[in-house]
């Protein structure tokens, strides 16, 4: 198991801004992923977030928007870019062995207005 | 596209009475992970299984693997207002590149 602090835990922002979420594990992960989650929906996979090297984004989601870092194996931040209110969701980081037995952080709410 | 398909959608039990999810997938999978999402919470992993014809309990709950590794299930047994929440299968591709795809869960609420 892992345990996954991640923040914000919520945040309130304004279209056109940026806001960048953190990921902190307590130990040290292979593989780190970020998923987004709308309201009542399913988990849908943004980005796998690689150690030293640019992170692999699922169709639909590019670097631009979503610029990942993962500056060694237990941290992470994903970003979302000039947020408009589709923006608004739940955001997600996980942890994992490939993608199998999955912990997640607590989730970051965020809200674009 | 390879797809997870999860029935019911939703499914609202008095205490006490059974429950069960189904999953199926549009392609053969390596195995199938169930997680239990509690209401404003993240999800959590409930259990792995990856043999044909698999079935695990943990207590109340019973995960079923099918035969052909294309379904599953989960059955509660007994539901209790502690059960409530949405329960996510994912499964990996038996392919190449083992991507996981998620159903779109099951909302349990269980009146008291």
């Known amino acids: 198991s892992a345990v996954i602090s991640q923040k914000p835990s919520r945040d309130i922002c304004q279209r056109g801004t940026s806001l960048t979420i953190q990921c902190q594990v307590d130990?040290?992960?292979?593989?780190m992923f970020w998923y987004r989650q709308q309201p009542g929906q399913s988990l849908t996979l943004i980005a796998t977030?690689?150690?030293?090297?640019?992170?692999?984004?699922e169709s639909g989601f590019v670097i631009d928007k979503f610029p990942i870092s993962r500056p060694n194996l237990t941290f992470s931040t994903l970003t979302v870019s000039n947020m408009s209110p589709e923006d608004s969701s739940i955001y997600l980081c996980?942890?994992?062995?490939?993608?199998?037995?999955?912990?997640f952080g607590s989730g970051t709410q965020l809200s674009v207005l | 596209g390879q797809q997870v398909m999860q029935i019911p959608q939703y499914q609202h039990v008095q205490e006490g009475e059974d429950f069960t999810t189904y999953c199926n997938s549009s392609?053969?999978?390596?195995?199938i992970q169930w997680y239990k999402q509690r209401p404003g919470g993240h999800p959590v992993f409930l259990i792995q299984?990856?043999?044909s014809g698999e079935v695990k309990k943990q207590k109340r709950l019973t995960f079923q693997f099918g035969e052909a590794k294309k379904n599953s299930s989960l059955h509660i047994t007994a539901t209790q207002t502690t059960d409530v929440g949405t329960y996510f299968c994912?499964?990996?591709?038996?392919?190449?590149?083992?991507?996981?795809?998620w159903g779109l869960g099951t909302s349990l609420a269980v009146n008291p």
């Open positions: 130990s040290q992960v292979t593989m």
């Open positions: 996980s942890v994992g062995h490939r993608e199998e037995k999955l912990f």
């Open positions: 392609t053969t999978l390596s195995n």
């Open positions: 994912a499964g990996n591709n038996a392919g190449n590149n083992r991507k996981l795809i």
């Open positions: 977030a690689n150690q030293g090297s640019e992170a692999t984004y």
């Open positions: 299984l990856v043999k």
